[in-house]
């Protein structure tokens, strides 16, 4: 009797125990952003993961305080916590992106209650969809691409030839003109038009072609070197000033150097031609946040990255264009053939990386790229 009660009570105690650690823990470790507030509106818990999402720092004084506090840099999350007590059906798998760090993120909204049913608090359990979300745009983006790169590449290879005709026939139409200059201008013109549409053929041709890498280690700042010089090769800058910021002993990463070169060489070219011959560009790379590895599942890593920004201070883009920039063909230039940031997001996505603009109408614009490092290496600059 005594003996069952002894082992009675340790299974209570162990229970109390395990149960009591066991718990926090589970919480803790989970891969689901955990966030709990109490009735009078104060943190009960808050995982790592939720930490890392709102991108905070953990302090074991968080808890106890004020949500709205604590999450002032989120209001949408303030007004979705904010509006537990008030609402009988609470939102579930609903998605939210969040404006200061541009995550989205996938909640539900639970009340917590106590035995008597009594309303005690509410929990938000979330996930960061943002991978997920870029993995299905560029399947969307990919799909796309190939419908469209199958058509270009079929009209393209019809184009080239007799686009060759005209320009071998003009050359002899030329020679039938010699003593007739007007004549030989216009066949002149006829002949650096149907060069120019061969050019635009051919880089038709090679955007549809598959990116093969040559992966190597990669210095960033030796890219953005060779990216400006090469960029002020095709654009005139005149008077556009360039800043380059580089964190110093920023890792090597694993790129094609080459890819990487006309990536950023692409953006360069855009800022000077918004620019028109004024302003700054300013170029800023340093380490960013660890990111889950592309592509890998459930049992994703966290991978160091590095972020690339470059920011000009022209006139931005305007907010019902942002969605198309990226699409191939896209330009609002005369000239333009529209395929340089379809190029650019192309590399981007060969690395495994992310681009993301934010322009504002008159207030310039921002090219962020974030590229994975390599995990397994220590290559230094
Ligand atoms: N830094 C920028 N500032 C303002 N608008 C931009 C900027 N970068 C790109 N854009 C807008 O995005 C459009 C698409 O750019 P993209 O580089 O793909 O093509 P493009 O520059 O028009 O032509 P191409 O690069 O093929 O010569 C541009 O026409 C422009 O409207
Ligand atoms: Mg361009």
Known sequence: MVCEAAREQETVRSQDVVGDRFFRQMVQCMRNGVLAITRDGRIAVMNEHAYRVFGLEPAASDIGRPFVDLLRDQPDVVRILGSAFELNHLPNRAELRLKATRKVIGYTLSHIEDEEGELIGAALFFKDLTRVEQIEERERLRDRLAALGEMAAAMSHELKNPLAGIEITAGLLKRQVPDSPDLQQLVADIISEAKLANAIVLEVLEFVRPIRLEMERTSIAQVLHDAVRLAETKVNRRDVAVTMSVQSHLPLIQGDHHQLCRLFMNLLINAFEAL???????????????????????????????????????PGVPPDITDRIFNPFFTTKPQGSGLGLAIVRKIVDAHDGRIDVTSSAGHGTTFRVTLPMSTRTNWYE
């Open 276 to 314: 028109d011959g004024n302003g700054t560009v300013a170029i800023c790379a340093a380490a960013g946040p660890p990111e889950e590895e592309h592509g890998a599942g459930p049992d994703a890593q966290l991978v160091p990255t590095v972020v690339i920004e470059l920011t000009d201070n022209g």
